[in-house]
């Protein structure tokens, strides 16, 4: 069966060696020449929290995310995967339901997995472990590259992070569609969040950015004069 999915390919970030990077309609990236793959902000237990406090999310929000991630798996078949931070939402909401999902889906990876800490990953050590999942810090930089949660340029390093939830309106105020986005600029590329309960903003993008919106079978750019700010 021919491939109906579309990705896009950037040869190269910035001035860092074997930095060829696929992007996703998973929401994900892939640092195709190293292996790895990335994604921000899978903010585990988002709709738990909600569902704490009366809010009717669907029960199958986090497991959806996490075949989303099997996916992504399957067609990349990474070496390992690194998190740009934020895999928690809350640590309260990490219920024994939520805790079971995260765990079955990581006992299916057999790579290592890697995160950094975002603002919301409070209480994560612990967590983290119970899912064999390696904390590293709050940054991590590989020949050139610079991995943060936030996306704060560093001088001759190409930044790739998370955090800001980048997304795009296109269309009308009226019927416009809001669609999650990776967001690159000459040194920072910010990755969509990977939660699926996360609506997005363009408030974080940087000016004059590249977007590529992520539909549900594609990645596309988005031309400058269909975008909209809300």
Same mark, same amino acid.
Not at 95 to 120: D, I, Q
Not at 122 to 127: F, N, P, T
Not at 198 to 214: E, H, K, Q
Not at 218 to 228: A, D, H, L
């Given at each position: 069966?021919?491939?109906?999915?579309?990705?896009?390919?950037?040869?190269?970030?910035?001035?860092?060696?074997? #930095?060829?990077?696929?992007?996703?309609?998973?929401?994900?990236?892939?640092?195709?020449?190293?292996?790895?793959?990335?994604?921000?902000?899978?903010? =585990?237990?988002?709709?738990?929290? @909600?569902?704490?406090?009366?809010?009717?999310?669907?029960?199958?929000?986090?497991?959806?995310?996490?075949?989303?991630?099997?996916?992504?798996?399957?067609? @990349?078949?990474?070496?390992?995967?690194? &998190?740009? $931070?934020?895999?928690?939402?809350?640590? @309260?909401?990490?219920?024994?339901?939520?805790?079971?999902?995260?765990?079955?889906?990581?006992?299916?990876?057999?790579? *290592?997995?890697?995160?950094?800490?975002?603002?919301?990953?409070?209480?994560?050590?612990?967590?983290?472990? !119970?899912?064999?999942? /390696?904390?590293? $810090? #709050?940054?991590?930089?590989?020949?050139?590259?610079?991995?943060?949660?936030?996306?704060?340029?560093?001088?001759?390093?190409?930044?790739? !992070? $998370?955090?800001?939830?980048?997304?795009?309106? &296109?269309?009308? !105020?009226?019927?416009?569609?809001?669609?999650?986005? @990776?967001?690159? #600029?000459?040194?920072?590329?910010?990755?969509?969040? =990977?939660?699926?309960?996360?609506?997005?903003? #363009?408030?974080?993008?940087?000016? $004059?950015?590249?977007? =590529?919106?992520?539909? *549900?079978? /594609?990645? =596309?750019?988005?031309?400058?004069?269909?975008?909209?700010?809300?």
């Amino acid at each position: 069966m021919a491939n109906e999915t579309k990705e896009v390919v950037i040869d190269r970030l910035g001035h860092a060696t074997r #930095s060829r990077l696929v992007l996703s309609h998973h929401r994900v990236a892939f640092l195709e020449q190293r292996g790895t793959l990335l994604l921000a902000d899978p903010h =585990f237990g988002h709709h738990a929290a @909600f569902r704490a406090v009366g809010v009717g999310i669907p029960a199958d929000v986090l497991d959806a995310d996490l075949r989303r991630l099997t996916m992504a798996v399957d067609r @990349f078949k990474p070496q390992d995967i690194l &998190i740009l $931070g934020d895999v928690l939402h809350m640590k @309260f909401a990490i219920t024994e339901e939520v805790h079971a999902s995260v765990h079955r889906w990581r006992s299916s990876f057999r790579g *290592p997995v890697r995160t950094l800490v975002g603002n919301h990953d409070r209480g994560l050590d612990e967590i983290a472990k !119970a899912w064999n999942i /390696e904390v590293i $810090g #709050s940054t991590f930089e590989e020949e050139g590259l610079h991995f943060n949660h936030y996306p704060n340029a560093v001088a001759n390093k190409f930044v790739i !992070a $998370g955090h800001e939830h980048p997304a795009t309106v &296109i269309g009308s !105020a009226a019927d416009g569609v809001r669609l999650p986005c @990776f967001a690159l #600029s000459e040194d920072v590329a910010i990755l969509p969040a =990977f939660s699926g309960m996360a609506a997005g903003t #363009s408030r974080g993008i940087p000016r $004059g950015a590249a977007l =590529f919106a992520t539909g *549900p079978t /594609e990645v =596309f750019r988005v031309p400058t004069s269909v975008r909209k700010v809300r």
